[in-house]
T-cell receptor
Framework: GENVEQHPSTLSVQEGDSAVIKCTYS??????FPWYKQELGKGPQLIID?????GEKKDQRIAVTLNKTAKHFSLHITETQPEDSAVYFC???????????FGAGTRLTVKP | NAGVTQTPKFQVLKTGQSMTLQCAQD?????MYWYRQDPGMGLRLIYY???????DKGEVPNGYNVSRLNKREFSLRLESAAPSQTSVYFC???????????FGDGTRLSIL
């Protein structure tokens, strides 16, 4: 089955700096890659997703890039703010497959 | 608009006790999921229901059973709880199998 690895496990940045979180996946058939943000005591919330027919997607300060050949995808957060502090999860799944696999998570801390 | 509602939020059980975790969504979604979240391991799929009347095993189904009661409700049952099932359990739903998943806020379950 699919295996998703996520790095780093913790990331600390200064407010206003950029943050990058990287994930790799093992199954070349995977074609849907969402990113979730989880705040303390809450469930994960989708922040951005990308499908395999697209190389990059942006939504304001958040962007995701996908390299299908290398089987890795990354989350980029620019102009970080303290409210960006949370745990971020990447995931990968195959079309029409209900078995989504998640990375282990990255705890991002943005220092004011 | 409540989204995905999970009950209870917290529960402590003794080894061998049984328990049903409840999940309901009000978004008219077809697919529903149960995950467990353990430290350093991300989320792992226990069971899913692609549509009303169907259920299938995920990555870690042993020790659990599920019931898709109707389109809104999807319950998870532990017949004989074990300490290894201590975890945070999340329910999620999506309108289609390749759409973004919407999560509840979790049930924190401790088994002594």
């Amino acid at each position: 089955g699919e295996n998703v690895e996520q790095h780093p496990s913790t990331l600390s940045v200064q407010e206003g700096d950029s943050a990058v979180i990287k994930c790799t996946y093992s199954d070349s058939a995977s074609n849907y890659f969402p990113w979730y943000k989880q705040e303390l005591g809450k469930g994960p919330q989708l922040i951005i997703d990308i499908r395999s027919n697209v190389g990059e997607k942006k939504d304001q300060r958040i962007a995701v890039t996908l390299n299908k050949t290398a089987k890795h995808f990354s989350l980029h957060i620019t102009e970080t703010q303290p409210e960006d502090s949370a745990v971020y999860f990447c995931a990968a799944s195959i079309v029409n497959n209900n078995d989504m696999r998640f990375g282990a998570g990255t705890r991002l801390t943005v220092k004011p | 608009n409540a989204g995905v509602t999970q009950t209870p939020k917290f529960q402590v059980l003794k080894t061998g006790q049984s328990m049903t975790l409840q999940c309901a969504q009000d978004m008219n979604h077809n697919s529903m999921y149960w995950y467990r979240q353990d430290p350093g391991m991300g989320l792992r799929l226990i069971y899913y229901s692609a549509s009303e009347g169907t259920t299938d095993k995920g990555e870690v189904p042993n020790g659990y059973n599920v019931s898709r009661l109707n389109k809104r409700e999807f319950s998870l049952r532990l017949e004989s709880a074990a300490p290894s099932q201590t975890s945070v359990y999340f329910c999620a739903s999506t309108p289609d199998p390749l759409g973004p998943q919407h999560f509840g806020d979790g049930t924190r379950l401790s088994i002594l």
